[in-house]
């Protein structure tokens, strides 16, 4: 498939990333995101290089066989991959499964762990790069490192043959041991290298509250010492200065990268996703009904079996992403939420608020309690479907023989067995207790900073509380017994998603609620909140909210997401639907055929570099 004209001429693509066919962070949606938009520009020029784990890239990878590589000989990536090969490294090559089908090689890191110690004391004497001895993600990636130096090389060299350049993108730190290593061996591949967030600059927001007021002050060797991450810091910086282009995701991280990296970016390259268009609005609008009853079928088992509300006057709201309760604005959300409990009980408004809380922690087992709630609803159900059936056929069978035109007591349609089995359902169903507001058994629930506030906030599901929590410290997935379907899926049943993050790169959950047509609420903070107040006017009127964080008070902030919560929940139905059409409408511009051409600049800028 040949590339058009448009993209840069005479050159192959490689991207090297740690989470290629290997999911462990933002980057993979990135990367996986980007394939499509990056393949129907460049076509066979591209390829990705990742680290490989067989119980990751099982499910993604597709090797190509021997007879399949045999007919390769004229691709340059398939002589590069036999050329390792034969210097017996074990490489894989095949195609990634995802939309687009890339071409893909990963590499496993553990067969260079025998030169590790080499490897590293190079490190050290070339780069000025310290080691450590007991951390294995190090170890994986000084590895790797090597590996893809390897692999460059010798690509470099067969593209050279065919008078084509070679053009490699590193992402983040755990690939970017590569880059200094192939400045020195003067290497004749243009290199780009991208941070997503600056390590010691996550660690750095997790740990201070005025952590963009110290930015400039930072002494970064010594917090690098102070957090343990001296090495991976080092090799990030060695990244960001070897390469011939240095980019970032949004103009936050530029200042980051200024301060902490000592390199000012020459390119940001904003991040998309694939958008879905559809032919027609009602068909999204379909699909946020369709899955707005899956979530009401868990709210009815984690609520009514203690007190029942109105679910057509019920407002669903969600907050997602990697526990950083400080960094992803849990802790700003928590409390705007317990304030806007208090409004909406002073104010007498009617309907109920309940609040999604989706992140990973470490847990031992799912509520008892939970669980046997949404079993017995499922009995409740089975029940009335039940009853329902054997109405449903006397009632016909007395309309169509009786003499009279009044609808007959309906109780006596029914048999005492399933009477009494309604009634035992409904009792043994049927609690006192308040609904819990976490759906597991955590590890450490004690030093929960979640839990901790809402026990500090009793906001605690209290039948009086006009705003509930639920909070699932697991992803939300098919195989749930809880929720039973796919985070989009979720996504789209949900009202809001509530993202005012106090450190966020760029922030791919308001982007993914924007895609699916959820209206969302992020932060001049994040660097999609910054995209959008850049680039989207009326972005408010669009379904996407920014909450002010810089320069402002804790309190100012919580304040003023309380304000757009309230104008959210006090919109009537029809107002919701038009929001929900303009979110949709606006989607488009976040999609990789739009943003691609920032990767593309950059490209440009490389090839013009040596």
Same mark, same amino acid.
């Given at each position: 498939?040949?590339?058009?004209?448009?993209?840069?001429?005479?050159?192959?693509?490689?991207?090297?990333?740690?989470?290629?066919?290997?999911?462990?962070?933002?980057?993979?949606?990135?990367?996986?995101?980007?394939?499509?938009?990056?393949?129907?520009?460049?076509? &066979?020029?591209?390829?990705?290089?990742? !680290?490989?784990?067989?119980?990751?890239?099982?499910?993604?990878?597709?090797?190509?066989?021997?007879?399949?590589?045999?007919?390769?000989?004229?691709?340059?990536?398939?002589?590069?991959?036999?050329?390792? /090969?034969?210097?017996? =490294?074990?490489?894989?090559?095949?195609?990634?499964?995802?939309?687009?089908? !890339?071409?893909?090689?990963?590499?496993?890191? *553990?067969?260079?762990?025998?030169?590790?110690?080499? +490897?590293?004391?190079?490190?050290?004497?070339?780069?000025?790069?310290?080691?450590?001895?007991?951390?294995? =993600?190090?170890?994986?990636?000084?590895?790797?490192?090597?590996?893809?130096?390897?692999?460059?090389?010798?690509?470099?060299?067969?593209?050279?043959?065919?008078?084509?350049?070679? +053009?490699?993108?590193?992402?983040?730190?755990?690939?970017?041991?590569?880059?200094?290593?192939?400045?020195?061996?003067?290497?004749?591949?243009?290199?780009?290298?991208?941070?997503?967030?600056?390590?010691?600059?996550?660690?750095?927001?997790?740990?201070?509250?005025?952590?963009?007021?110290?930015?400039?002050?930072?002494?970064?060797?010594?917090?690098?010492?102070?957090?343990?991450?001296?090495?991976?810091?080092?090799?990030?910086?060695?990244?960001?200065?070897?390469?011939?282009?240095?980019?970032?995701?949004?103009?936050?991280?530029?200042?980051?990268?200024?301060? =902490?990296?000592?390199?000012?970016?020459?390119?940001?390259?904003?991040?998309?996703?694939?958008?879905?268009?559809?032919?027609?609005?009602?068909?999204?609008?379909?699909?946020?009904?369709?899955?707005?009853?899956?979530?009401?079928?868990?709210?009815?088992? $984690?609520?009514?079996?203690?007190?029942?509300? &109105?679910?057509?006057?019920?407002?669903?709201?969600?907050?997602?992403?990697?526990?950083?309760?400080?960094?992803?604005?849990? &802790?700003?959300?928590?409390?705007?939420?317990? /304030?806007?409990?208090?409004?909406?009980?002073?104010?007498?408004?009617?309907?109920?608020?309940?609040?999604?809380?989706?992140?990973?922690?470490?847990?031992?087992?799912?509520?008892?309690?939970?669980?046997?709630?949404?079993?017995?609803?499922?009995?409740?159900?089975?029940?009335?479907?039940?009853?329902?059936?054997?109405?449903?056929?006397?009632?016909?069978?007395?309309?169509?023989?009786?003499?009279?035109?009044?609808?007959?007591?309906?109780?006596?349609?029914?048999?005492?067995?399933?009477?009494?089995?309604?009634?035992?359902?409904?009792?043994?169903?049927?609690?006192?207790?308040?609904?819990?507001?976490?759906?597991?058994?955590?590890?450490? &629930? $004690?030093?929960?900073?979640?839990?901790?506030?809402?026990?500090?906030?009793?906001?605690?599901?209290?039948?009086?509380?006009?705003?509930?929590?639920?909070? $699932?410290?697991?992803?939300?997935?098919?195989?749930?017994?809880?929720?039973?379907?796919?985070?989009?899926?979720?996504?789209?049943?949900?009202? =809001?998603?509530?993202?005012?993050?106090?450190?966020?790169?760029?922030?791919?959950?308001?982007?993914?609620?924007?895609?699916?047509?959820?209206?969302?609420?992020?932060?001049?903070?994040?660097?999609?909140?910054? *995209?959008?107040?850049?680039?989207?006017?009326? $972005?408010?009127?669009?379904?996407?909210?920014?909450?002010?964080?810089?320069?402002?008070?804790?309190?100012?902030?919580?304040?003023?997401?309380?304000?757009?919560?309230?104008?959210?929940?006090?919109?009537?139905?029809?107002?919701?639907?038009?929001?929900?059409?303009?979110?949709?409408?606006?989607?488009?511009?976040?999609?990789?055929?739009?943003?691609?051409?920032?990767?593309?600049?950059?490209?440009?800028?490389?090839?013009?570099?040596?």
């Amino acid at each position: 498939m040949p590339a058009p004209e448009a993209v840069v001429p005479g050159a192959l693509l490689v991207e090297v990333a740690w989470e290629v066919c290997n999911q462990v962070g933002g980057i993979y949606t990135v990367i996986r995101s980007k394939v499509p938009a990056t393949v129907e520009g460049w076509g &066979d020029r591209y390829c990705l290089v990742g !680290p490989y784990f067989p119980q990751t890239a099982q499910a993604e990878f597709e090797p190509l066989s021997d007879t399949q590589m045999a007919a390769a000989y004229a691709d340059p990536v398939a002589r590069a991959v036999k050329k390792l /090969r034969q210097q017996g =490294l074990d490489v894989c090559y095949g195609h990634w499964l995802v939309t687009g089908k !890339p071409r893909v090689v990963l590499l496993s890191p *553990y067969q260079a762990y025998p030169q590790l110690n080499q +490897l590293k004391s190079d490190l050290w004497e070339q780069h000025g790069i310290p080691s450590q001895d007991n951390d294995d =993600l190090l170890h994986q990636v000084t590895a790797f490192g090597h590996l893809a130096k390897l692999f460059v090389q010798a690509l470099e060299a067969e593209l050279a043959e065919a008078n084509l350049q070679l +053009l490699a993108h590193f992402h983040e730190w755990m690939v970017g041991s590569a880059i200094p290593a192939l400045r020195r061996e003067q290497t004749k591949a243009h290199l780009v290298f991208t941070t997503h967030a600056t390590l010691l600059g996550r660690y750095l927001a997790m740990n201070d509250p005025n952590f963009y007021d110290h930015l400039l002050y930072v002494d970064w060797e010594r917090e690098a010492r102070h957090f343990n991450i001296e090495t991976a810091v080092r090799m990030e910086r060695a990244a960001a200065h070897g390469a011939h282009v240095f980019t970032t995701v949004s103009e936050l991280t530029v200042r980051e990268c200024i301060y =902490l990296l000592d390199r000012i970016p020459d390119a940001v390259l904003p991040n998309g996703l694939n958008i879905e268009r559809f032919v027609a609005l009602h068909e999204f609008q379909n699909l946020h009904q369709q899955y707005k009853q899956r979530i009401q079928e868990f709210v009815m088992a $984690h609520f009514f079996q203690s007190y029942s509300f &109105d679910l057509d006057k019920t407002l669903y709201l969600f907050t997602s992403g990697r526990y950083e309760y400080h960094n992803k604005g849990f &802790d700003l959300t928590l409390e705007a939420l317990a /304030r806007l409990n208090y409004r909406i009980q002073q104010s007498g408004l009617e309907g109920q608020v309940v609040l999604f809380i989706i992140t990973k922690r470490p847990y031992h087992s799912i509520n008892a309690d939970v669980l046997q709630s949404r079993a017995m609803l499922d009995e409740v159900q089975d029940t009335c479907r039940a009853i329902e059936q054997q109405v449903g056929e006397r009632l016909f069978y007395q309309a169509a023989s009786s003499t009279e035109y009044q609808l007959p007591n309906l109780s006596d349609l029914v048999d005492d067995y399933w009477k009494l089995r309604y009634r035992r359902t409904l009792q043994s169903w049927k609690t006192s207790r308040l609904p819990p507001v976490i759906t597991h058994n955590l590890v450490d &629930d $004690h030093n929960d900073e979640i839990l901790d506030f809402l026990r500090r906030a009793n906001l605690v599901n209290n039948r009086h509380d006009r705003v509930k929590v639920v909070y $699932h410290p697991d992803f939300v997935s098919p195989t749930s017994p809880l929720f039973g379907m796919e985070y989009g899926q979720f996504v789209r049943g949900c009202h =809001l998603g509530v993202f005012p993050s106090y450190y966020e790169p760029w922030g791919y959950t308001p982007l993914e609620c924007v895609a699916r047509g959820v209206p969302a609420i992020t932060s001049d903070l994040s660097g999609f909140g910054d *995209y959008v107040q850049q680039h989207v006017p009326e $972005h408010e009127q669009k379904g996407i909210f920014v909450v002010r964080r810089k320069e402002r008070s804790f309190d100012e902030a919580a304040d003023e997401l309380c304000d757009m919560l309230w104008r959210f929940v006090i919109q009537n139905r029809r107002e919701r639907i038009t929001q929900r059409n303009q979110v949709e409408s606006s989607s488009e511009q976040f999609d990789w055929h739009q943003l691609r051409q920032y990767y593309d600049r950059a490209y440009a800028l490389a090839m013009e570099r040596e």
